[in-house]
């Protein structure tokens, strides 16, 4: 079945210990997002790839990167993990940025910031 | 500026009762609407979404929405709830003029009592 697969499923960090988040699809979609949400909160865009292009939302902190090497993976780095981004995070794909196109969604990455 | 407003953060009924979830919108332009679960420790899966076409949607799990534009609401219902519909709701937006932007709402915790 096509796909969106996040890993881990879990991640414990230290305070200040650089992380990166996993995120693979199989549905060939042209656009990768990640999202962050915290506990009892609705997700929130930190950023979005449409092929290689790049867009940040304009409140997402600097700590925050993504990479995406190729249609099928893009990568979540955080640099200096504080315990305000303890959270889970979600990547979805669609197939374009199309009104209609549906986000499809992973499993998610719980991090724990110790 | 876009909003969501899903009116009840938690809602419990009793298992084979009527389930109604409630979502406001706030937009300049007709939206495009949906309706995500997320089950404990998963992403969010598409249940239905509204693309302007007929106003009654049906989702899986035999959910279904109506977009009611003179009330501004997507209103999630099921007429017989089952225990394995336990989880969080959320009621996205995406305004159509404006790309691929999602608004969430902060969720609704459903609970279903044996």
């Known amino acids: 079945d096509a796909m969106v697969i996040q890993n881990p499923r879990y991640q414990v960090t230290q305070f200040g210990k650089p992380v990166t988040l996993s995120c693979s699809q199989t549905?060939?979609?042209?656009?990768m997002y990640w999202y962050q949400q915290k506990s009892s909160q609705a997700p929130k865009l930190l950023f979005h790839?449409?092929?290689?292009?790049?867009?940040n939302e304009a409140d997402t902190p600097d700590n925050f990167q993504s990479r995406r090497p190729n249609t099928s993976f893009c990568f979540l780095d955080i640099r200096s993990p504080g315990l305000g981004d303890a959270a889970m995070y979600l990547c979805?794909?669609?197939?374009?940025?199309?009104?209609?196109?549906?986000?499809?969604f992973g499993p998610g990455t719980r991090l724990t910031v110790l | 500026a876009q909003s969501v407003t899903q009116l009840g953060s938690h809602v419990s009924v009793s298992e084979g009762a009527l389930v109604l979830l409630r979502c406001n919108y706030s937009?300049?332009?007709?939206?495009?609407l949906f309706w995500y679960v997320q089950y404990p420790n998963q992403g969010l899966q598409l249940l239905l979404k509204?693309?302007?076409?007929?106003?009654l949607v049906k989702g899986i799990n035999g959910f279904e929405a109506e977009f009611k534009k003179s009330e501004t609401s997507f209103h999630l219902t099921k007429p017989s709830a089952h225990m394995r519909d336990a989880a969080e709701y959320f009621c996205?937006?995406?305004?159509?003029?404006?790309?691929?932007?999602?608004?969430f709402g902060t969720g609704t915790s459903l609970t279903v009592i044996p």
């Open positions: 979805a794909t669609s197939r374009g940025l199309a009104d209609t196109d549906t986000q499809y």
């Open positions: 549905l060939n979609h042209n656009v």
């Open positions: 790839y449409y092929d290689k292009d790049f867009n």
């Open positions: 937009s300049s332009v007709p939206p495009y």
């Open positions: 509204y693309t302007s076409a007929a106003t």
């Open positions: 996205a937006v995406r305004p159509s003029n404006t790309g691929n932007q999602f608004y």
